[in-house]
């Protein structure tokens, strides 16, 4: 399977706790982006890689929130101090080259993040 | 503000029957448009893509239509299926940004 890839695809935390989500998205494209996803809404942005560079982050991403994409493939989105307002389906998705314009965004399947 | 939304939030149609689902957006600057389908815990999936320089765009059993004069998108289902059964987005991507802006959905249902 050559698509992006989310793990875990299920986290079950306790408030308090931090956890850790990885995305291995499509091997030859740079851009990568992380959205957050609650039940019923549409994905919302939070943050956009092109290579290592974090380029751009959401107001959504509180001090709690960090992501690092530290060799330009994959990428990890830490969330620390959980809080129940946390739960949602974190998205990870990646573009082709930048420069080459606007394009589809491939999802992953995303992982549910459930703080208890 | 860079919003997009959608007119109805739930969509019932019968089996074989067509369906058209709407989208409004507030961008002037958005230059590309995608329809997104997801299915009950699932990543979105691509459906069809348009550019703002064409108005209409064909898919397999899909057409997008955009009216920039009204800022309103829409998409068209040909002889809906069971398996069309999920909840549709409509994204757009502003000129000069990186980032796609997603409306809240509309749950598409087929009705045997």
């Known amino acids: 399977d050559t698509g992006v890839s989310q793990d875990p695809r299920h986290k079950i935390t306790k408030r308090g706790q931090n956890v850790t989500f990885r995305c291995d998205p499509i091997?030859?494209?740079?851009?990568l982006y992380w959205y957050r996803q609650t039940l019923g809404q549409g994905p919302e942005f939070l943050t956009y890689?092109?290579?290592?560079?974090?380029?751009?982050k959401s107001r959504l991403l509180s001090d709690r929130f960090s992501a690092e994409r530290p060799k330009g493939s994959f990428s990890t989105l830490e969330i620390q101090r959980t809080e129940q307002g946390d739960s949602a389906m974190y998205l990870c998705?990646?573009?082709?080259?930048?420069?080459?314009?606007?394009?589809?965004?491939?999802f992953g399947e995303g992982s549910r993040l459930t703080v208890l | 503000g860079e919003s997009v939304g959608l007119h109805l939030p739930t969509l019932s149609v019968q089996e074989g029957d067509n369906s058209i689902i709407n989208c409004a957006y507030s961008n002037s600057a958005s230059d590309y448009f995608i329809w997104y389908k997801q299915e009950s815990g699932k990543g979105p999936q691509f459906i069809i893509d348009?550019?703002?320089?064409?108005d209409k765009r064909q898919g397999q059993r899909v057409t997008v239509l955009l009216n920039k004069t009204v800022k309103h998108l829409s998409l068209q289902i040909a002889a809906t299926q069971p398996g069309d059964s999920a909840v549709y987005f409509c994204?757009?991507?502003?000129?000069?940004?990186?980032?796609?802006?997603f409306g809240q959905g509309t749950r598409l249902t087929i009705n045997p």
């Open positions: 994204a757009e991507n502003i000129q000069g940004a990186q980032k796609l802006v």
């Open positions: 091997s030859e494209h740079n851009r």
């Open positions: 998705a990646s573009r082709g080259l930048a420069g080459k314009g606007a394009g589809e965004l491939f």
């Open positions: 348009i550019r703002s320089n064409m």
């Open positions: 890689f092109q290579n290592e560079a974090q380029l751009e």
